[in-house]
Antibody, heavy 121, light 108 residues
Framework: QVQLQESGPGLVKPSQTLSLTCSVS??????????WSWIRQPPGKGLEWIGY???????YYNLSLKSRLTMSVGTSKNQFSLKLTSVTAADTAVYYC?????????????WGQGTMVTVSS | SYELTQPPSVSVSPGQTARFTCSGD??????AYWYQQKPGQAPVLVIY???ERPSGIPERFSGSSSGTTVTLTISGVQAEDEADYYC???????????FGGGTKLTVL
């Protein structure tokens, strides 16, 4: 049973960099069947897709975040990461990591529990 | 940027049928997916590839597609189905994900 777990600071100061890691257990991140993704949800609002990364390192980013966003993958540690620079209060959200399953057409079939990140001084 | 449009709310009585629509220009050529999210929980996939149901999802959940609109239907709504429902797809290039704004289901 594949499981995803987000980790990282719960509080980030404005203008600093938000860094999160998603650890994958019960399966290999290097399987070619999956893309790995970050999705966020501001308090009381809807879901926003942040980006995809493939095990090879290929990335696809939300164009509205692209200038501040870097995603990376660590196959030896079976994890992938997100860095978002120059954060503001608008980046306050629950951040989810999720698996996009190729056999399901790219649907997000497995999600982490989510981690709340607050941007505040 | 590409957008998916969902109505903000749907209300039905227990046992009735709830329908959720999602509109987007690329939906005729790209698959849609539906997620259920209850308060304080991560979303759960309920429909993939427009109309396929993952294992473990009750048969009362079904999906369909017609042109630029996809529809999630819950037949015989139960109190436990009260949640937010999000559609999701990708843009016409297939490279960028997008979620609809979500529809809140209230079971009266």
């Amino acid at each position: 049973q594949v499981q995803l777990q987000e980790s990282g600071p719960g509080l980030v100061k404005p203008s600093q960099t938000l860094s999160l890691t998603c650890s994958v257990s019960g399966g290999s991140i290097s399987s070619g069947d999956y893309f790995w993704s970050w999705i966020r949800q501001p308090p009381g609002k809807g879901l926003e897709w942040i980006g995809y990364i493939y095990y090879s390192g290929s990335t696809y980013y939300n164009l509205s975040l692209k200038s501040r966003l870097t995603m990376s993958v660590g196959t030896s540690k079976n994890q992938f990461s997100l860095k978002l620079t120059s954060v503001t209060a608008a980046d306050t959200a629950v951040y989810y990591c999720a698996r996009a399953h190729g056999a399901l057409g790219g649907a997000f079939d497995i999600w982490g529990q989510g981690t709340m990140v607050t941007v505040s001084s | 940027s590409y957008e998916l449009t969902q109505p903000p709310s749907v209300s039905v009585s227990p046992g009735q049928t709830a329908r959720f629509t999602c509109s987007g220009d690329a939906l005729p050529k790209q698959y849609a997916y539906w997620y259920q999210q209850k308060p304080g929980q991560a979303p759960v996939l309920v429909i993939y590839k427009d109309s396929e149901r993952p294992s473990g999802i009750p048969e009362r959940f079904s999906g369909s597609s017609s042109g630029t609109t996809v529809t999630l239907t819950i037949s015989g709504v139960q109190a436990e189905d009260e949640a937010d429902y999000y559609c999701q797809s990708v843009d016409s290039s297939g490279s960028y994900g997008v979620f609809g704004g979500g529809t809140k289901l209230t079971v009266l």
